[in-house]
């Protein structure tokens, strides 16, 4: 469900496979290509959704696929306790500023 809503924004890359599967894990990382990873998850932060940002101790890899590590990603992570209204909560907060 998060992974469509990703796919179908512009200016959103999706760190990994960007379609569900079991190679997929739920663990969500992703960018915009004019919003910083801050401010997304800012924005979830806001609407009591627990999302952060950052390298993730990920420095190199961040660097090689071209992405700032200073800046880092946007991670969202959901495991099997997470419902769906959760994951359309999420969704909600976030397809304003997306």
């Given at each position: 469900?998060?992974?469509?809503?990703?796919?179908?924004?512009?200016?959103?890359?999706?760190?990994g496979?960007?379609?569900?599967g079991?190679t997929r894990?739920?663990?969500?990382?992703f960018?915009?290509?004019?919003?910083?990873?801050?401010?997304?998850?800012?924005?979830?932060?806001?609407?009591?959704?627990g999302?952060?940002?950052?390298?993730?101790?990920s420095v190199r890899?961040?660097?090689?696929?071209g992405?700032?590590?200073?800046?880092?990603?946007?991670?969202?992570s959901?495991a099997?306790?997470?419902?769906?209204?959760?994951?359309?909560?999420?969704?909600?907060?976030?397809?304003p500023?997306l």
């Amino acid at each position: 469900r998060f992974l469509e809503f990703l796919g179908s924004k512009p200016g959103v890359r999706v760190i990994g496979r960007a379609v569900p599967g079991p190679t997929r894990l739920p663990t969500m990382s992703f960018v915009h290509n004019s919003l910083a990873p801050q401010a997304i998850s800012d924005v979830a932060v806001a609407a009591g959704i627990g999302m952060r940002c950052g390298n993730f101790y990920s420095v190199r890899l961040l660097e090689r696929m071209g992405i700032d590590p200073a800046a880092g990603v946007a991670r969202a992570s959901f495991a099997h306790y997470n419902t769906v209204e959760e994951v359309d909560r999420l969704i909600a907060a976030l397809e304003p500023i997306l």
